[in-house]
Every structure is written in C-alpha cells, then in structure tokens.
C-alpha cells in the first residue's frame, strides 16, 4: 500500500562566509522535533544569512528597517504540503548568543523551533498568543535537551566603568 503521506524535506542554506553554524542533520532534527510525531510532512527552507539581506527583508515585509534574527514566510497550501522559508541572520544570531550567555547552537535550535512554529500558525502578537507559544517553544527545546531560552540570562561581560572599578 502506498502512503500518502507528505514527508518532510528540508533544504538548508547557507548564504553567509560564517561556517561555524549548525550542521544540517542537527537543523533537520530540530525542524522535526518542532512538528511533532502527528504532523503531515512539510517543505522548509532554513537560510542563513548576513545582516544586508535580513534588513533588506524586514523592512520590506515587516517595515522594520533593521536586521533581525528569525523571519518565516509560509507558503501556500496547494499541494496538501505545507510549509515555508525561515531566514536565520547570522551575525544576529551569533551576537544574541553571546549577550544571552548561551551556545551558538542552543540559540539556533531555539529560533529554528520558533521559526517552525510560525509556519504553523503560531504567533505572539497578542499576550495569550504568546505565553501559548513560548510554553510549546520551551518543551520543544526541553525534548532536544536545551535550557529554557526565557529564563533569566546572565548580563553579558562588560568592562568596568570608572566608578565601578574605585
């Protein structure tokens, strides 16, 4: 018998000189844990890009005229395979990373899974909407072994200012 079930496909690249980013098996793994075992198939895209092509992006769809970390477009439903584009900026991505006190890869898992969720109808424009998505978010990460990205960060290491130092 032959299944009609849509599988998911995945294709990651990676439009940016940094090469220290996830690999695709750990990016593939983390789009699946974000669809759950009952979920159809999806076809996803994750880009990964430089700062240019997010600010380019977010100001045209979002009218935000700045980079920013995670943007997902969802595509048309026309085949009975959902899904959809999520862009990751790099150097966003890294710096965000660094100022949370987390890992490169615990910070791309996290805005992969967002990214994903988004595709499915998520959002968290509304407070409801978003205390919904951020409770999935955080289980999602908990099954993959990652930490609570919302929990209290640690104040990223700066120099002392003169006063503090006397």
Not at 57 to 76: A, E, M
Request: glycine share 6%; with cysteine.
């Amino acid at each position: 018998m032959i299944s009609h079930r849509t599988r998911l496909s995945v294709t990651v690249q990676y439009a940016t000189a940094d090469d220290n980013l996830p690999a695709r098996p750990l990016l593939r793994r983390w789009v699946q844990a974000a669809l759950g075992a009952d979920t159809p198939g999806m076809t996803v895209v994750l880009r990964f890009v430089e700062e240019a092509e997010s600010r380019a992006l977010n100001r045209r769809h979002r009218r935000k005229d700045r980079p920013t970390n995670v943007l997902s477009f969802v595509y048309d439903d026309k085949h009975g395979a959902p899904g959809g584009d999520i862009l990751l900026c790099a150097p966003v991505l890294r710096r965000e990373a660094a100022q949370q006190g987390k890992s490169v890869a615990a910070h791309c898992a996290h805005l992969v899974v967002h990214g994903m969720l988004h595709l499915q109808g998520y959002d968290h424009e509304q407070a409801a909407e978003a205390a919904r998505m951020e409770a999935h978010e955080i289980a999602i990460l908990a099954g993959l072994g990652f930490a609570n990205p919302y929990a209290a960060h640690p104040a990223p290491a700066t120099k002392l200012s003169r006063r503090a130092r006397r």
